[in-house]
């Protein structure tokens, strides 16, 4: 039986930083909780509302925004479509009257520190990232759901089965990469190929390439915006944003209007590799800026490690002449597959498996994006997966101040350049002499998570996250 059926549109999802499991996940679940309330037909009786928060939701909840996703998804707001520039105002004004209203319906008190807790010291078995609702009733009863934050924007409710969607009839069911390449030699397809095939049981192909370049305009947005944005993230650290007077020292002041005017003006700086270099990083730098500042970014496959992958295609347009529409849905079909593997096989979440299964799963999908799009075979392509995830193994999640900035910013950069190398070895070797496949890396990867100590895992409580001193304002 098949592990699980994961689309496109599951690996890369349109949110609001700064992190899918403890941000975009939990906002989901206060989304699904008030819903549940409405097809209960108790909203109208809700009077008073308690979220516990669990784990690593706890534990570094409040530098990854967990308490102001769920007052926004409590309110029924969607993260996809909820502006930006409100997500403080809206927020301050919830705290500041002490009025909720849940699904935009139904206003109740609640009174921010007092109803939405905590637990730094309590978990639940399931999963580290955790969140129950309690909701109180007119007629004296009461409704209480937990749900589990899994990763990448995943959301479990505690209970069911864990499906995100019904299941359909692929043609080519998919668990781990020896079923991936068992497909692609059996067909002659693709990896993107069998992708888009699998794509088409849910729904028509013209709706399959609109959504992924919907993805992509959203990619690049983001990548734009971060370029061309300066000044102090937010949370305490005071890191300034880098990404924005990199940009416009690489560009030598070149005037432009527009994204492709931009990338013009970014050709024509050279191709050397220390430029190419430093415009890789300058695009990782961006997206996460833009993440750590509550901006809209893809979930790609999570906001910690949003940048890795529009980085690498960033690359691929730019400086390998490959923007064009069908490269795009390319890049990012043969990306999500692999992305699908590891969290099928493994994890894609800190809290379970530190930033092995963030940075490293997000470079391991940009690597075999890459070399499939410059032309490398379907063996070749799974082998840059695989390279670009074992220079990964081991790493830990250990944010400063719980923030997703350092050292999860820089990682991105770091992310987007062992991807573009793992491509070029992949590209150089021939795979029929490799001695290790991506699915023996999914296993080591997923061992490895299992032996990380608990406070490697987006806790704050090892690593860089207690060797920096602090000295962050109160929440």
Not at 114 to 139: G, K, M, R
Request: glycine share 8%.
């Amino acid at each position: 039986m098949q592990k699980e059926q994961i689309s496109v549109f599951d690996m890369f999802k349109i949110g609001i930083g700064p992190s899918s499991s403890h941000t975009l996940g939990p906002w989901r679940a206060a989304q699904q909780f008030v819903q549940s309330l409405e097809h209960k037909d108790v909203l109208p009786l809700v009077v008073e509302l308690k979220v516990l928060l669990y784990g690593s939701l706890a534990k570094t909840g409040k530098g990854h925004g967990t308490d102001i996703a769920i007052l926004l998804g409590l309110s029924g707001d969607d993260p996809v479509t909820f502006e930006v520039d409100q997500v403080g105002p809206k927020t301050e004004h919830i705290r500041s009257s002490n009025k909720l209203i849940l699904n935009s319906k139904q206003e109740i008190s609640f009174f921010v520190n007092d109803d939405l807790l905590f637990l730094f010291n309590e978990s639940l078995p399931y999963h580290p990232n955790a969140v129950s609702f309690q909701a109180f009733l007119s007629n004296g009863t009461a409704i209480s759901e937990t749900y589990y934050s899994i990763g990448g924007g995943f959301v479990v409710k505690e209970g069911s089965d864990g499906a995100q969607k019904a299941e359909v009839d692929l043609p080519f069911p998919i668990d781990t990469a020896n079923n991936l390449l068992h497909w692609c030699i059996k067909t002659g397809l693709k990896i993107s190929e069998v992708v888009m095939e699998n794509e088409l049981a849910w729904r028509s192909e013209q709706e399959t390439l609109t959504g992924v370049l919907n993805i992509f305009k959203a990619l690049r947005d983001c990548i734009y915006r971060g370029c061309h944005t300066s000044g102090v993230l937010p949370g305490g650290l005071n890191v300034a944003r880098r990404a924005a007077a990199q940009n416009k020292r690489l560009i030598k002041g070149q005037p432009y209007n527009n994204f492709e005017e931009w990338v013009a003006a970014i050709r024509n700086t050279g191709n050397s590799f220390q430029n190419t270099l430093d415009w890789v990083s300058c695009f990782a730098l961006a997206v996460n800026e833009e993440n750590a500042s509550f901006g809209r970014v893809v979930t790609a496959p999570t906001n910690g490690a949003a940048g890795v992958i529009p980085a690498v295609l960033q690359y691929y347009l730019v400086f390998c002449d490959g923007y064009s529409d069908k490269r795009i849905i390319q890049f990012l079909l043969t990306a999500s597959e692999i992305g699908s593997i590891f969290k099928k096989g493994a994890t894609i979440s800190a809290a379970m498996g530190g930033c092995q299964a963030e940075i490293g799963v997000s470079s391991a999908m940009a690597a075999a994006a890459l070399t499939e799009c410059l032309g490398g075979t379907q063996r070749q392509v799974l082998m840059a997966a695989e390279i670009a995830m074992e220079h990964h193994l081991g790493l830990t999640c250990d944010p400063i101040g719980g923030l997703v900035q350092v050292p999860c910013i820089e990682r991105n950069t770091m992310g987007a350049i062992k991807a573009i190398t793992a491509s070029q070895l992949a590209l150089q070797t021939n795979p029929d002499n490799a001695k290790v496949s991506l699915d023996a890396v999914v296993r080591t990867m997923w061992q490895t998570a299992l032996d990380m100590n608990s406070k490697y895992k987006e806790t704050s409580d090892g690593g860089l996250a207690i060797n920096i001193p602090l000295s962050l304002p109160e929440c």
